[in-house]
């Protein structure tokens, strides 16, 4: 297993285990906003009428790319010519959270 996978696979873990050091839950619930301040870019995903479909939020640049993707369902590193997925289980509740956003636009 490459690095890539690995920081892929470790981002996608803490998704589904809601494991994060320093995010503070909100009366019991996960703490989507809180997380969502660390995002470098967030590029959306519209229908044509539109309503919004999912997000796209970079999470880590430079070496490697790393996006979180909920109209996919996955979280993409990207290095060179490399890639690696990891399946999201949106447990902290981001394309809710990016759902919200998008409608106070």
Request: aromatic fraction near 14%; charged fraction near 30%.
């Amino acid at each position: 297993m490459t690095d890539l996978q690995n920081h892929v696979d470790h981002i996608a873990d803490n998704l589904r285990t809601l494991e994060f050091a320093d995010c503070e839950w909100e009366n019991g619930e996960p703490c989507a906003g809180e997380y969502s301040r660390d995002v470098l870019d967030v590029e959306y995903y519209i229908g044509s009428d539109g309503s919004y479909i999912g997000v796209r939020l970079l999470v880590a640049f430079g070496g490697p790319n790393i996006w979180i993707d909920t109209k996919f369902k996955e979280v993409q590193g990207f290095w060179w010519d490399d890639k690696a997925t990891a399946n999201l289980v949106d447990n902290l509740g981001l394309d809710d959270f990016w759902s919200e956003m998008w409608e106070c636009r």
